[in-house]
């Protein structure tokens, strides 16, 4: 079989030749689809910052995050960049 998976081999009822039940394997190791994703740079880590709005406390953050209001459940955070605060809904 393709795509890293193999089943072993089967008589006519669905069960190996031997009368054990079929077993399939996944060759692929678990996690090896997030390897490809790269940590974002310093460079695009500073853009991002910039892009968003910046609260002196986590407190103002938060409020403001009561008055947008909506059905996202948002949260503050530090910046390790600017120190600051931001929102974020994740």
């Keep these: ?4 998976l193999q089943a072993e081999r089967r008589g006519a009822s669905g069960t190996r030749q031997d009368g054990a039940a079929a077993v399939l394997r996944c060759d692929t190791a678990v996690g090896s ?24 406390t986590q407190g103002d953050a938060l409020d403001a995050a009561a008055l947008i209001g909506g059905e996202r459940n948002r949260k503050a955070y530090r910046c390790p960049l600017c120190g600051q605060w931001h929102l974020t809904s994740r």
């Design 1 to 4: 079989m393709t795509g890293g």
């Design 33 to 56: 689809h997030s390897r490809g994703v790269k940590k974002p740079t310093q460079e695009v880590r500073q853009r991002m910052c910039v892009r968003k709005r910046r609260y002196r």
